[in-house]
């Protein structure tokens, strides 16, 4: 093999057994967005680097991770970094949109940074968002459609929700100063990964006293319905009153929408500092060895805003993980890796009459492969039983003559007769 047949790290091919695994979740994926009231859009890879790099969307830090480019007119471009970008500029650029705009975008993006498990340079985000959406009707329909999505997988999740304003409430109310509470959300959202000792670690060195940080910690312990009924000044911690004021609505509505029984209470979850204002949630399998968040979402009101010249545009989103999707449906052997093709004809000297047959049968709806191999017929035999095809017909002058055909069902070892012209027929006994 040439030294230039390789790709680059953290970049991949997808044989078929793979990307039919990949294409069937997109399926579930697209069908229940649209079931929702979503709406496909298309953004370009290519967009220029100032918008990439512009304090609205990533900053300074994001320009690590940033493919950047120039055009041969001299200008800096680069390849988007993720689609909530491209959405806030596609919102922008669209003053006339009706609100909410409900979108769905199913792309590659890049990031030029260190590759590791679960991190590569080029990927496929599969996001939702709802743009102008300012009530927490919003949060329940997207928290309904997760249910759904993985329901319709047959995959047991749960997904851990908070609100960042609820968060900030709690740290204030734990005595931490305000000018260590970045750096306190920014530790308490690893708290899953590195545990509480972990934690007082890192914020130890960084000035924050353990006592505070224990107090912290015993609040996030509490019950919501014991947070929810202990008193709350409104004037004193408005941030933790407004967030337990929307969590509890948006338990209420989570039970009227019928799916509470999938959400854990996890007031440590910051998911990120800077673009979040409200409700956050993270979505985990109940049972295997992914231990990853296999899709994740909140409530940014901001970042639009700010990219469409100041205007008052409320938004909600989520993303969902393609790949740990497929390595969980991988894991629990319930990944469909079958082939396409329900039919594979073998012409045996007979390639016009072959291909008018698979004409006829593609006709009637089925999915028909044909020889294109000069091979021995056992060989052609192996090649379906290897790609998994599930019906063979093998055409020979004698059936041509004949006007009678055998179907083949590989895996039962069982045959039926048809007429050649019975392409009906054939396609009824196909599908079963």
Not at 72 to 97: E, F, H, I, S, W
Not at 119 to 135: H, I, K, L, P, Y
Not at 217 to 234: G, R, S
Request: net charge negative; hydrophobic share 40%.
């Amino acid at each position: 093999m040439s030294d230039l047949a390789r790709n680059i790290k953290g970049a991949f091919d997808y044989l078929p057994e793979r990307q039919r695994v990949r294409r069937d979740i997109v399926k579930v994926l697209t069908g229940t967005f649209e079931k929702y009231g979503f709406s496909p859009v298309e953004t370009p890879m290519l967009n220029y680097l100032d918008l990439l790099a512009s304090k609205y969307a990533g900053g300074a830090e994001i320009l690590k991770e940033v493919y950047s480019l120039q055009d041969q007119g001299g200008r800096d471009l680069a390849l988007r970094y993720d689609l909530t970008v491209p959405l806030c500029k596609l919102v922008a650029m669209n003053p006339g949109l009706s609100m909410p705009f409900k979108r769905y975008e199913i792309g590659k993006v890049f990031r030029n940074g260190p590759v590791k498990a679960g991190r590569n340079r080029e990927f496929t985000q599969c996001d939702v968002d709802m743009a102008g959406a300012d009530s927490l009707t919003a949060e329940t329909e997207f928290l309904a459609m997760t249910s759904e999505v993985f329901d319709r997988m047959g995959l047991p999740i749960r997904v851990e929700l908070s609100n960042r304003k609820l968060l900030s409430g709690l740290i204030k109310r734990a005595g931490i100063p305000e000018e260590k509470a970045a750096g306190v959300i920014t530790s308490v959202d690893k708290l899953k990964k590195i545990g509480r000792d972990g934690v007082l670690k890192e914020l130890s060195e960084s000035g924050v006293e353990e006592e505070k940080l224990l107090t912290l910690f015993d609040l996030f312990e509490l019950p919501f319905e014991d947070l929810k009924n202990a008193p709350v000044d409104p004037e004193e911690n408005p941030l933790l009153a407004a967030g337990i004021e929307e969590l509890s609505s948006l338990f209420s509505m989570l039970g009227a929408a019928g799916c509470l029984d999938k959400i854990v209470y996890a007031p440590h979850l910051a998911r990120g500092l800077d673009i979040y204002t409200g409700t956050v949630w993270e979505v985990f399998m109940t049972e295997g060895n992914v231990t990853s968040s296999i899709g994740a979402g909140g409530r940014y009101d901001n970042i639009i805003g700010k990219l469409s010249g100041g205007r008052d545009i409320p938004a909600v989103g989520m993303t969902f993980g393609l790949d740990v999707i497929y390595a969980v449906l991988l894991e629990r052997g319930t990944a469909d890796k079958g082939t396409e093709t329900e039919l594979f004809v073998i012409p045996m000297g007979t390639e016009p009459q072959s291909v008018a047959l698979a004409a006829s049968l593609r006709r009637e709806g089925l999915s028909v492969s044909v020889e294109t191999v000069k091979r021995k017929m056992k060989k052609s035999l192996d090649y379906a039983n290897k790609e998994g095809i599930p019906f063979v017909i093998i055409l020979g002058e004698n059936e041509a003559e004949s006007g009678k055909i055998t179907v083949k069902a590989m895996a039962a070892h069982e045959s039926r007769e048809f007429s050649l012209e019975d392409a009906a027929g054939i396609a009824a006994y196909v599908r079963g």
